[in-house]
């Protein structure tokens, strides 16, 4: 039976509001006023971590300590804001369902915090379906005994956390990995792993393809493979 590793952000949660809210928070730390309403048309471009344009769009020039200064402040303000997140509907539903079709069902994030981000899991009632306690970037810096294991490059860390999440497992045949983004999708496919993508984050169709070998609406939509 396979193994299932998911994301969490914009696979299992809806955090698209949150990250617009995390954004404007963080700029207006840095002295810059802008609306949700401005932020959100171009939020696949800070999603895709292309900030240089995603920036130009607001018309704001920042300096490299500037840069470093808001940065820090995104993810800050992201971790505060629970309540601009939710669960996608049906996805502890059909994850219960697969549950006794797969060999185990795990869950990692590229955030950094650990105990935070555990008890955002607990309050969504995520773990009461995945077999492991969440596994986070904080995971991989405890392992390697640094304070931090940097986000970027992005394949490098995640391609580390997939393997951590599955390392007490015999049987590492036949990986499913589900997300959100490309980035996740080809790190995924560069482990030989089956990889699915999902609409619910800020990529299209058209942009996952190359990396997918399926393609869902959903996480709802996922025990139609199985």
Known sequence: MPIIVSDLDGTILDVRNRFAHAQVNALASCGY???VDQVSPLMQLAFAMDYANFLGGLDISMTPDKLVQ????????????WQHSFVFPGTIEVLKAVRPRV????LITSRAWVEETRREV?????????????FTRGDLARVDGVNEVPLYPFFEHRQRLIKLAIADLDNQDDIWVIGDSTVEMQTAQKLNATTVGVLTGFSTKQDLEPFCSHILDS????STLL
């Open 103 to 106: 060999d185990a069902l795990r």
């Open 70 to 81: 808001y940065f820090s402040r995104i993810e800050e303000e992201f971790y505060k804001g």
């Open 33 to 35: 006023t802008v609306t």
């Open 122 to 134: 607990e309050f969504f009632g995520l773990d009461q379906v995945f077999d492991h306690h969440v």
């Open 219 to 222: 996480i709802a939509d996922f």
